[in-house]
């Protein structure tokens, strides 16, 4: 009888063992690359959501803990020697020719695989929306960002520019630079919509899944219609931007009003997305509406 107690704790113990150097490996992994990303991407604009989504997809993932337990499965050797095969060249690769976004997708995977050993495949499965929402903290390559961004920055400056015509300002607009009155304003990369773009995608799944559950083909439509609302959100932002430079001058539209011309429209943005969210709740047919 003692021993059949003694027991459980013996082999918990002994796989703890196992599996805390893979811990203490990511651990220093994460406090290197999080310290990167804080210096080289959360810094700036275009990635202030990262701190946000490590955060709340830390405590989802939490939050999921005992459902990991409830479906965890022996894993597989070949594939936990597989996935650390993958992401530690990445990893290695990305910190040494500092490409954060290869840095950055080797320690995801190095996440994944650490709690494949614990939990084994059924369990990532049964909990796929933490894992897929903590992908988001991997930032774009900037040539990939370049290619998106740069169609982007045209369309948002032609409709810009279009509309404060209509209404009489002088203003004209040669590529992505639009000149108003005296007044020359650079339509950058934060302005395109692509950053917006994918905070905004971000938080509104956070959102549906909290609320809605993780319906995959609710949150998919829900997310075509949040491409529309951050590139729309984004040319109200340049237009504010165009009016303050117009009537204030350029230091009033590139100082404090800069910023909180994104944030207001940004908040904007998302609250389209929670009514969006309404709407279709009870709008679509019964097969594509969540639970509740």
């Not at 992401?87 to 995801?108: C, H, K, M, Q, V």
């Amino acid at each position: 009888m003692t021993e059949a107690v003694a027991n459980p704790p013996s082999e918990a113990l002994k796989a703890w063992l196992a599996r805390w150097p893979l811990l203490l490996g990511f651990v220093v992994l994460g406090i290197s690359t999080i310290s990167t990303l804080g210096k080289q991407v959360w810094s700036r604009e275009e990635g202030a959501h990262g701190p946000i989504i490590l955060a709340t997809g830390a405590w989802l993932i939490w939050r999921q803990a005992a459902s990991f337990k409830e479906n965890a499965r022996p894993a597989s050797p070949w594939l936990l020697a597989l996935g650390l095969l993958v992401a530690l060249p990445l990893f290695i690769f990305g910190r040494a020719f500092d490409f954060i976004s290869l840095e950055t997708a080797g320690l995801y995977i190095v996440g994944l695989t650490m709690l494949y050993s614990v939990f084994g495949l059924p369990a990532l499965l049964k909990n796929w929306f933490p894992l897929f929402y903590m992908a988001f903290l991997i930032p774009p390559p900037g040539w990939l960002l370049d290619k998106i961004t740069a169609p982007l920055k045209q369309f948002v400056s032609y409709f810009s520019t279009e509309a404060m015509y209509l209404v009489g300002l002088p203003i004209a607009r040669e590529g992505v630079t639009i000149r108003v009155a005296q007044y020359q304003l650079l339509v950058e990369d934060a302005c395109s919509g692509m950053n917006s773009l994918i905070g905004l995608s971000a938080i509104s799944l956070f959102y549906i899944y909290l609320l809605r559950g993780s319906s995959l083909r609710y949150a998919g439509l829900l997310t075509l219609f949040v491409v529309p609302i951050a590139i729309v959100g984004n040319i109200g932002r340049i237009i504010i931007l165009i009016l303050l430079t117009y009537f204030f001058g350029d230091e009033v539209a590139q100082g404090f009003a800069h910023q909180a011309a994104g944030v207001f429209l940004f908040a904007i943005d998302l609250l389209l997305v929670f009514a969006l969210d309404s709407l279709l709740a009870r709008t679509l047919p019964k097969s594509w509406r969540p639970a509740s």
